[in-house]
């Protein structure tokens, strides 16, 4: 329905940044790696992989060395601490981090300098280490998508909608905000995923603004107030509005439940019809009423027909 998005990466050399300070990581050795691309979010320790194939060592990922990692290696006879060390630059890594203030030898900093892997050091503890870069690399590398549509809150569900352009979506969010919904986005939506949620905004440069045509743009919190407006929303229900079209099936029951792919999360999707006289901001709101409904574990189509089945068995005795 949408391309997929290209898979996020950043270089080395962001680890440096002033975001990352308070690691108080320095650059030991392979300056000239710096601009390889980190492309997952997950750090990678060792461990284990060490003593066996290291295949299970995966390139894109930041391999921080601790101590019982440092140990391991050293407590090996020299070729064959030698040899370990050699194999672990022939993988295709991308950086090595040491923490707690441990040095390691001086043939590790030299491979690493002649193969341009950056080796970083820091003087904090591993799992403190693990856990800052975790956060910072999850932020820097989760899926990103951009869609034209319009993001609201409504009764506390992020409603995200979608569909051409003059159909309707800003002039049902106008209408929703007046009756005292909240706007996250109106025309453009920036969406990240982060631990399988999906949250989405809007760019800074026109927060809060919506177009409407024959008026212009608007600014909805100068006209509204803070409490019409909301930076920032997990997206729960996907609505997309579309001309009626003449002789398209759409859905009557409301016991199918199709969803709509986004970012590799599969949300609750709704097709609207548009027709001219309806009231989309009360249809909307019903939308959201039912889907929290449903959140709580009643499906009002799914009972009636039970209820109906119950009622057919027992005639049919």
Known sequence: MHPNPPVPSIPVNELLSEELAELRLSLVAGRAGLDRELTHPRIQKAGLALTGPLDKLKPGRVQVLGLSEVSFMEQLPGEQRADLIARLFEAPLTCFVLSRGLSYTPHFIQLAEEKGVPLFATSLGTSQLVEALGRFL????????????????????????????????????????VRGHRLVSDDVVEIIRLRGVLTGNGPALTRYHMELRGLGIINIKDLFGVAAVREKKDIDLVVRLEPWVEGKSYERLGIEEPTFPLLG??????????????????????????????????HPAKELARRLDERIQRRGR
């Open 138 to 177: 999850e932020g820097r590398l989760a899926l990103r998508q951009v869609l034209h549509g319009v993001l609201l809150d409504i009764y506390g569900l992020g409603v995200l909608l979608l569909g051409e352009s003059g159909v309707g979506k800003s002039e049902a969010a106008l209408d929703l905000v």
């Open 265 to 298: 999360v599969s949300l609750p999707f709704i097709e609207m019809p548009v027709t001219p006289g309806k009231n989309l901001s009360v249809l909307l709101e019903v939308a959201a009423r039912n889907q929290l409904l449903k959140h709580r574990g009643y």
